[in-house]
Antibody, heavy 122, light 108 residues
């Protein structure tokens, strides 16, 4: 069965860095585009970043562009999110999600991990 | 940027009720709209994709409709396990995505 397991969250001071990981199993990771989505306190879900199945294209929300970097290691079936210059509004639960592409612009997230908690506090 | 607005933000209902949640896009997104269910401490779960397609394994009491800017998620007969927060998500901005702010469905 498909499993996505995030790790790497924790408490970090403003301006600090964290590297999140998402270990994937049960599907062909190297054939799948992957995303990071976060849920910030008191708010809903916010899309953060995307990496194409072959790693050749990445995209970011404006709120994290220039500070976060998404990457993947297909040999280890693992997705990463390097988060630098962290701010208080980056705090929340970070989920990795596997995408499915349909016809046209149809794109949805059929599997999600359970999330890893990031806290930004001095 | 596309904005997604859900209504209501919260809703109280009873087991057996029929419930409808609305999602409005700030511009036409054709049928590029997905719905998710999210329970605290759990992974979000895909319910409906491309506005009206039921994801495999999702009970048939869930249905979606709409196109352009206005969409609805309907639960025909609420079950105890359906109390959760529901989100719409557009994929017109692919690969970026915008979610609605969520609708919290609570037990009356």
């Amino acid at each position: 069965q498909v499993q996505l397991v995030e790790s790497g969250g924790g408490v970090v001071q403003p301006g600090g860095s964290l590297r999140l990981s998402c270990a994937a199993s049960g599907f062909s990771f190297s054939d799948s585009g992957m995303h990071w989505v976060r849920q910030t306190p008191g708010k809903g879900l916010e899309w953060v970043s995307f990496i194409r199945f072959d790693g050749t294209y990445q995209d970011y929300a404006n709120s994290v562009k220039g500070r976060f970097t998404i990457s993947r290691d297909d040999s280890k079936n693992t997705l990463f999110l390097q988060m630098n210059s962290l701010r208080s509004d980056d705090a929340g639960v970070y989920y990795c999600a596997k995408e499915v592409l349909g016809s046209g612009l149809t794109r949805f997230f059929d599997y999600w991990g359970q999330g890893t908690l990031v806290a930004v506090s001095s | 940027d596309i904005q997604m607005t859900q209504s209501p933000s919260s809703l109280s209902a009873s087991v057996g009720d029929r419930v409808t949640i609305t999602c409005r896009a700030s511009q036409s997104i054709r049928n590029y709209l997905n719905w998710y269910q999210h329970k605290p401490g759990k992974a979000p779960k895909l319910l409906i994709y491309a506005a009206s397609n039921l994801q495999s394994g999702v009970p048939s009491r869930f249905s979606g409709s709409g196109s352009g800017t206005d969409f609805t998620l309907t639960i025909s007969s609420l079950q105890p396990e359906d109390f959760a927060t529901y989100y719409c998500q557009e994929s017109y901005s692919s690969p970026q995505a915008t979610f609605g702010q969520g609708t919290k469905l609570e037990i009356k």
